[in-house]
């Protein structure tokens, strides 16, 4: 045990509060914000009952899937981890070669666009929803092998309207930004199928 | 022939233009808009040697990938038709099953987002470049089959910065629109890459 590192009950508090903030943290990052070693870490882990982060974010995922609505969960882009739907929601998005650009070895935007779009139409509690604007930024280049976490919050909503905001990081750093204005046409849909 | 038809030595004047005007006008667009039948007309563009509309656009093609300079051809979303680097393009994409959403058989956005972004990119006469901003407007749902022609024309340019406006259409309805702030980044590379 480092000298840093606080007694263990104190350490299963504060490891559990951090990790209901963001259950992304890794046992590295957890060893290095409570001043323990990794071993220490896991043991911790084992005795909360809390499986390492690869596990916990799949178990998340697998709720996150099943809340889905508006779209298919192959149409979305990146890994959905966490939605809850007329509210907010959040997905990885993990850059592989095939999606940089060849001659400047950086993430294609539309992939950044995709992940964002398919996030904000995710997050309306409805069967037909289309994106009626979009207003993105690109940050900074994205590169091979970073993770893109996505988060998409609700703002506002107006009749069928809904605003959508996106803020997409890879580690602290903020690579993209969107606003999506998008559209409920259930009830229009429903009119048109159910007109003379 | 048709009554509506004028005589031979106008209408070959008239076709001419026609396709000048529009070189992916059919020969049942030009059928109809003569006035005469599709038979008259494939005579009449063998007489002129002109080739079919399909064979016009893959020759366009040829040429317009040629002029490729910030993004390989296979990045391009839909086929290049024309490319005038510095100025203005055009591409067209074709709608297939796979590029529908499931639930509303309607045209996934980031293909439209992907076709006009890779399209504005193309413009520039640069070996790096990358897309700042994109405000962007989905006008009205495109379906499988029906094809869309994307005309990109750089609008303004300050300093490395160009404004490239995108309109796509399916036949003369407008269905997407799109302003990219596209950013010339060629020389901070080479500088960056000639530092000590």
Same mark, same amino acid.
């Given at each position: 045990?480092?000298?840093?590192?606080?007694?263990?009950?104190?350490?299963?508090v !504060?490891?559990? @509060? /951090? #990790?209901?903030?963001?259950?992304?943290?890794?046992?590295?990052? =957890?060893?290095?914000?409570?001043? +323990?070693?990794?071993q220490?870490?896991?043991?911790?882990?084992?005795?909360?009952?809390?499986?390492?982060?690869?596990?916990?974010?799949?178990?998340?995922?697998?709720?996150?899937?099943?809340?889905?609505?508006?779209i298919?969960?192959?149409?979305?882009?990146?890994?959905?981890?966490?939605?809850?739907?007329?509210?907010?929601?959040?997905?990885?998005?993990?850059?592989?070669e095939?999606?940089?650009?060849?001659?400047?070895?950086? !993430?294609?935007? @539309? /992939? #950044?666009?995709?992940?964002?779009?398919?996030?904000?139409?995710? =997050?309306?509690?409805?069967?037909? +929803?289309l994106?009626?604007?979009?207003?993105?930024?690109?940050?900074?280049?994205?590169?091979?092998?970073?993770?893109?976490?996505?988060?998409?919050?609700?703002?506002?909503?107006?009749?069928?309207?809904?605003?959508?905001?996106?803020?997409?990081?890879?580690?602290?750093?903020?690579?993209?930004?969107?606003?999506?204005?998008?559209?409920?046409?259930?009830?229009?849909?429903?009119?048109?199928?159910?007109?003379?």
């Amino acid at each position: 045990m480092s000298k840093n590192g606080c007694v263990k009950s104190e350490r299963h508090v !504060l490891l559990t @509060r /951090y #990790l209901a903030g963001n259950p992304f943290l890794t046992d590295e990052d =957890l060893a290095q914000v409570l001043g +323990v070693s990794i071993q220490t870490i896991r043991l911790d882990r084992a005795e909360l009952d809390i499986p390492e982060m690869r596990e916990r974010v799949k178990k998340m995922a697998r709720g996150a899937y099943r809340n889905l609505r508006s779209i298919e969960s192959t149409e979305i882009v990146g890994e959905l981890v966490t939605l809850e739907v007329g509210r907010e929601g959040l997905s990885i998005l993990t850059v592989t070669e095939e999606m940089t650009l060849r001659k400047t070895k950086v !993430l294609d935007g @539309r /992939y #950044l666009f995709a992940q964002a779009n398919s996030l904000a139409v995710s =997050l309306i509690d409805a069967d037909v +929803v289309l994106t009626g604007t979009a207003k993105t930024s690109f940050k900074r280049p994205v590169f091979r092998n970073e993770k893109v976490v996505a988060r998409a919050l609700i703002t506002r909503k107006k009749g069928n309207k809904y605003m959508v905001r996106v803020s997409s990081h890879v580690r602290d750093e903020l690579v993209f930004q969107g606003k999506f204005l998008v559209f409920d046409l259930s009830e229009e849909v429903n009119r048109l199928e159910n007109s003379p």
